[in-house]
């Protein structure tokens, strides 16, 4: 099956690949530990995200997302599938949180849909406000940590009608929504994410078109990528403000990043791939500022910028959530604006990928670990999500996916080793609970360690699923 899926976005031009499904040939790294070996102190989860789990897309005043208008887009999504109903969580989530309890770990990570908490005249919306509070007790009630993300991509669609990302009074009205979900929550909720995946998000939705809104150009790109920096610090001070004793951070997709060849130029280009995939938003949030040195078209984004702009941008997080699917192997690439770099995609290296064609690579986990780790201003990892597609098969009510676990396997050694070299990374959360929605990519990939029947609803918890639960025993 060819599936052609972003890998990383360029400025100006794009890196793809297409690649192919192929078996999957992984050997345990280490020995096979349980989770007692990474520590009492270790939290242990599964995640997940509104607008690819809840469904109900209308319930309770709930107002229009991009993702909404996006999906209703003739063509923009592969199986011409929407949301609407996704996993009908917003209305099973009582019997899905004691799948997550079951299997999951003590802690369960979901975001809270802005669409349903705040009118569009910016009065709260006390329906959908009172759902998280419902799911909060929930949870608690099962003896789980919630771990709430702000914002995983779903932005109400009145603010996107005046630009979105783009448009400098975001921060005004996300820093207003952090405040409303920390009064809301605050007495429960704890452990809170800003922001999921800023770089995917900008990127898809406003460099290269794929993902809502739609957007393409650096036009859009740049002062998206600025304002999401504002937001992630300004979100978080709100959050500090509100939630007595939180635990604050933010969510950061993540790729180790190769020369194709050892010459001078595709190690130089692996390097300005890596500013940009790795390095764009955590510098500034830890006060480093934009790696401009390194992708000098990021100057561009000083006309975006206001006084004191470049001290706002920072704040001091408790912990970094790591966000690892994949490794990149780029070359140099004149012919590629800003950047000067292409993708070799996966299928032209014979290595190991996953349905969507993301490289199967644990090591590059512990390499993204070290490297966030060794940033001076880290306190903390979290390993907020990480998990694989693979085509699994209902046969007689069971799905044995035996190459997730052997993912799971492989992944989980080598944060263990980087753990044991002496990083700090303290937690884990399986993408996903359930399958879901996964964007643009339709129902297709399927990464939960419980399978969801689209047509029935049913669950079924999968071979990997019971291999988590056991797994956390040990
Ligand atoms: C991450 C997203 C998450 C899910 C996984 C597969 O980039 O944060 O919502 O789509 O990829």
Redesign the pocket.
């Known amino acids: 099956m060819n599936r052609r899926r972003w890998i990383a976005a360029t400025a100006g031009g794009l890196i793809y690949s297409g690649l192919r499904l192929k078996s999957n040939p992984l050997n345990s790294l280490l020995e096979k530990p349980g989770a007692s070996s990474f520590g009492p102190d270790f939290t242990w989860g599964t995640a997940t995200?509104a607008f690819?789990v809840e469904g109900a897309t209308t319930a309770d005043g709930k107002i229009p997302s991009i993702w909404d208008t996006f999906t209703a887009r003739k063509k923009s999504i592969k199986d011409g599938s929407n949301a609407t109903e996704a996993c009908d969580f917003y209305r099973r989530y009582p019997k899905d949180l004691e799948l997550a309890r079951q299997i999951g770990g003590g802690a369960f990570r979901f975001s809270l849909a802005w669409t349903r908490i705040i009118n569009a005249d910016g009065s709260i919306n006390q329906k959908g406000a009172d759902h998280y509070s419902r799911l909060t007790d929930n949870c608690l009630s099962l003896g789980i940590e919630p771990w709430v993300t702000l914002y995983?991509?779903d932005l109400p669609q009145h603010l996107q009608d005046v630009g979105g990302w783009k448009n400098r009074s975001i921060v005004g009205h996300f820093t207003r929504y952090a405040e409303v979900c920390g009064t809301l929550l605050g007495d429960r909720v704890k452990n809170w994410m800003v922001l999921?995946?800023p770089l995917?998000f900008t990127s898809l939705g406003y460099l290269l078109g794929m993902h809502a809104p739609g957007k393409k150009g650096l036009a859009s790109f740049l002062p998206a990528v600025h304002h999401a920096a504002l937001c992630q610090a300004d979100g978080a001070r709100a959050l500090r403000q509100t939630v007595q004793h939180a635990n604050i951070g933010t969510?950061f997709?993540c790729s180790p990043v190769d020369p194709f060849r050892e010459t001078e130029k595709d190690r130089a280009a692996a390097i300005r791939v890596d500013a940009l995939v790795n390095r764009l938003f955590i510098e500034p949030a830890l006060g480093m500022g934009y790696p401009v040195e390194t992708l000098p078209v990021l100057t561009r984004m000083e006309k975006y910028f206001k006084k004191d702009d470049a001290k706002r941008l920072a704040f001091d997080f408790d912990f970094i959530g790591l966000?690892n699917?994949f490794r990149l192997v780029c070359r140099h690439n004149a012919l590629v604006p800003h950047i000067a770099a292409s993708e070799v995609p996966a299928t032209e290296r014979s290595v190991p990928v996953n349905e969507m064609g993301f490289e199967i690579n644990p090591e590059g986990m512990g390499r993204m670990i070290h490297k966030f780790d060794a940033y001076p201003g880290v306190r903390n990892v979290i390993v907020t999500?990480n998990?694989v597609?693979v085509p699994d098969t209902v046969e007689n009510g069971r799905v044995k996916d035996v190459a997730r676990i052997a993912y799971l396997e492989t992944y989980l050694a080598a944060i263990l080793k980087a753990k044991k070299n002496g990083a700090k990374v303290n937690g884990y959360f399986a993408?996903?609970l359930l399958d879901n929605f996964?964007?643009a990519e339709g129902y297709r990939?399927r990464?939960g360690l419980v399978h969801v029947n689209y047509q029935t609803q049913e669950r079924i918890i999968k071979d990997s699923g019971y291999w988590f639960r056991d797994f956390l025993k040990r």
Request: net charge negative.
């Open positions: 995200a690819q995983h991509w999921n995946e995917s969510c997709s966000q699917y999500e998990g597609c993408w996903s996964e964007w990939p990464f």
